[in-house]
């Protein structure tokens, strides 16, 4: 079984509901898919990571993160797959909020200005999460390179990241399921 086959097969087991649900955007929906039960999970996590970095391989990428809490073990098991190929790419998390104490941060890893930076999302619906970690690590003077989601719903988040000249890519659809 391939890497992706093996993602769907422990995304559907662990991580898949149906039933009805409100989502983090408000909207209703048939389907639930929480991903932390697989980015949590040594295995999936693995995987994850090692499927993403074969997406930036080839690219110049210095830094992944994207917006705490359901980013940070993608970036962490992205940065671990690129350490394991002789590569190091910082990982960096995004927070919802500025801190009010100590330095302030909204961005916290050891990254800066000028980097080149993938933002990842455990799952896209409307984009809203990952629009928002995009502007603030631009924010921060480093450059988007692209966005990877681990699950795109297809409910529109791409099209709208994708408006803001970002590529996007997705490891699994609402169609893998």
Do not use: W
């Not at 993403?52 to 992205?78: E, F, K, L, N, Q």
């Amino acid at each position: 079984m391939n890497k992706i086959d093996q993602l769907k097969a422990i995304v559907r087991r662990d991580a898949v509901k149906f039933g009805k649900f409100i989502l983090s955007s408000g909207k209703e929906s048939d389907l639930y898919v929480d991903l932390r039960k697989v980015t949590l999970n040594p295995v999936g996590a693995s995987i994850i990571g090692e499927l993403t970095y074969g997406i930036i391989r080839d690219r110049r990428v210095d830094a992944v993160g994207g917006m705490s809490i359901g980013a940070d073990p993608i970036a962490t098991a992205v940065s671990l797959a690129a350490y394991r190929e002789g590569r190091e790419i910082m990982a960096f998390l995004v927070r919802k909020t500025q801190k009010t104490h100590g330095t302030g941060n909204v961005i916290e890893g050891p990254v800066g200005a000028g980097l080149r930076a993938l933002v990842v999302e455990d799952v896209i619906t409307t984009g809203a999460s990952t629009i928002s970690a995009i502007e603030r690590v631009r924010e921060a003077g480093m450059v988007v390179e692209l966005v990877v989601a681990v699950f795109d719903r297809c409910e529109g988040g791409r099209e709208a990241i994708e408006t803001l000249g970002v590529e996007v890519h997705s490891l699994l659809t609402r169609n893998d399921l």
